[in-house]
């Protein structure tokens, strides 16, 4: 039983000898580690090949333009020769015995399609740990895995590849349309993650923790300040989950609801965070003028007039910007023209 390891890489060099070394420490070394170099300028590419040297029968580095993380993992992926396949980001850290605990679980519950496990986030001063269950459970059938589902469509299930591991064959064969996620590198992984779980038979949710996530605000302010918002826009992602309640066994009136209920409260979330995270009051303003309703589902708006958790996420904006200040007021007054209250 042999884990692949891909991590995309892409000007991390402060971070990523850190990141491969969580890597070599494994207390199980059945493991092969695919370094991706996505065009990087600084010296990140030198450091992958320099690890690929000393550890030649483990490590494999390879270079490529840059064309971002989903194109990038695909790379890594379609070079992976493990039974199964993880991801690790380029700045954040697996826990040491990551590979022992999923190859121990892999044996122990007769090979899942895929294995959900949690995570911790650490870095500006914070520290917490996110689980998905508090004990080990594999969901099989069709209505077991309808649990799973639920989580996924009401927002309780991360999207993150990281937080996961697939059966080589799952995650090469839902590999989604490049034309699908094109310009959408957003939440893309999430877009990915999704697809697989939808087409898997077996789902082994595991207590553990195993991957150590770098929370950077400053980074996301930074990468945010320059972007246009569509580039976080994550519709596209809403769409897919939509477009899969079928193949899902939920493609009923309250499995829609609930879908929409997250939609909204997943735009809500980003409106605040955004609006926040704004330094400049050019990028206030370019909020304000923004078309929030391209956020939302067509049929998201038709519910909130029936959904009581709409309302609550409706009344979070309202007290967040009801301070008497132009720019806070008039974003107010913008939203609730949006969601047609």
Same mark, same amino acid.
């Given at each position: ?17 850190? &990141? ?14 695919? /370094? ?7 010296? &990140? ?16 580095? *390879? ?44 044996? #122990? ?12 986030? =650490? ?15 594999? +969901? ?10 639920? @989580?996924?469509?009401?927002? @309780? ?8 591991? +697939? ?18 590198? =957003? ?9 697989? !779980? ?11 923790? %195993? ?7 400053? &980074? *996301? ?10 580039? +976080?826009? &994550?519709?596209?992602? =809403?769409?897919?989950? #939509? ?6 066994? !939920? ?12 939609? =909204? ?15 400049? %009051? ?7 003028? *923004?078309?929030?309703?391209?956020? %939302? ?29 132009? /720019? ?14």
């Amino acid at each position: 039983m042999k884990i692949s390891i891909v991590v995309p890489v892409y000007n991390c060099g402060s971070y990523i000898n850190e &990141s491969i070394e969580s890597v070599i420490n494994q207390t199980n070394d059945n493991w092969e580690l695919i /370094l991706v170099n996505d065009g990087s300028t600084d010296k &990140s590419g030198d450091i992958c090949t320099s690890y690929s040297q000393k550890y030649p029968e483990k490590i494999f580095s *390879f270079n490529k333009e840059n064309e971002g993380q989903f194109l990038t993992r695909k790379y890594g992926i379609l070079k992976c020769t493990g039974d199964y396949v993880g991801f690790l980001d380029a700045d954040d850290l697996l826990d040491k015995d990551y590979v022992k605990i999923l190859t121990e679980s892999i044996s #122990e519950y007769h090979s899942p399609d895929v294995l959900c496990f949690g995570f911790a986030r =650490f870095g500006d001063n914070m520290n917490k740990e996110i689980s998905v269950t508090d004990r080990t459970i594999c +969901f099989r059938t069709s209505e077991e895995r309808k649990y799973v589902y639920n @989580q996924i469509i009401s927002g @309780q299930l991360t999207g993150s590849l990281c937080s996961k591991a +697939f059966r080589r064959s799952i995650i090469s064969d839902n590999i989604p349309d490049e034309i699908a996620v094109k310009n959408k590198r =957003f939440a893309e992984d999430a877009y990915h993650s999704f697809d697989a !779980l939808a087409n898997s038979e077996s789902i082994l949710y595991l207590s553990d923790s %195993l991957y150590f996530y770098r929370d950077n605000a400053q &980074s *996301f302010s930074q990468g945010f300040e320059t972007r246009n918002l569509n580039y +976080f826009n &994550s519709k596209y992602l =809403f769409e897919l989950l #939509e477009s899969k309640l079928g193949i899902m066994g !939920l493609d009923d009136a309250e499995s829609k609801e609930k879908l929409y209920t997250h939609n =909204f409260n997943d735009t809500v979330h980003f409106v605040l965070k955004y609006f926040r995270a704004a330094k400049t %009051l050019k990028r206030k303003k370019e909020l304000i003028d *923004f078309d929030w309703s391209s956020y %939302l589902l067509e049929d998201t708006i038709k519910l909130l007039d029936r959904e009581n958790n709409c309302r609550k996420s409706y009344v979070k904006v309202w007290k967040a910007f009801s301070k008497k200040k132009y /720019l806070t007021i008039l974003f107010r007054e913008k939203f609730k023209r949006i969601i047609g209250w």
